[in-house]
């Protein structure tokens, strides 16, 4: 399936993305607040994902069924850096995305914020390092805005 997936999205899926699909494909973490250094729409130092998107069925990170992340991309205008790895409590208005815009189709992603301006805004220079950073969103005071 992760070939497949690669295949389809035109990418090498970093490492520790894979080995976390093997684990478990996708679904809600504990920790879904990742701190920032730049104030967003939503939060003024933090972010908050729904969810990890995984591959296969409906929602999957290759799939064309309009849940995919080109066909998110394509109809929130994110821009077409890479790929949409996580859902978003607003429902499209923004995304993280593992960004090749540096790296290339087969090298290591940076992880980036999407905001409504839809300019990308790096979170991490990996998913690993994107997936350590994740905190639960009581540590912010709004609660994480859940």
């Known amino acids: 399936m992760v070939q497949r997936a690669e295949y389809l999205l035109g990418v090498r899926l970093p490492q520790a993305y894979i080995d976390l699909l093997y684990r478990r494909n996708g679904g809600v973490p504990r920790n879904r607040c990742c701190p920032t250094e730049f104030e967003t729409t939503w939060m003024p130092d933090h972010i908050q994902i729904s969810a990890i998107r995984g591959i296969g069925g409906e929602w999957g990170i290759e799939t ?8 998110m991309i394509a109809e929130w205008g994110y821009p077409d850096v890479g790929v949409v790895i996580c859902d978003m409590p ?4 923004d995304a993280v995305m593992l960004d090749y815009s540096r790296s290339g189709p087969q090298g290591d992603p940076a992880v ?35």
Do not use: Q, W
Not at 90 to 93: E, F, I, P, Q, V
């Open 64 to 71: 064309n069924s309009g849940l995919g992340s080109a066909d």
């Open 90 to 93: 607003s429902a499209g208005h």
């Open 112 to 146: 980036v914020y999407i905001d409504e301006d839809r300019i990308p805004r790096r979170i991490a220079d990996s998913f690993r390092k994107f997936v350590e950073l994740l905190v639960t969103c009581d540590r912010f005071a709004d609660g994480g805005g859940e």
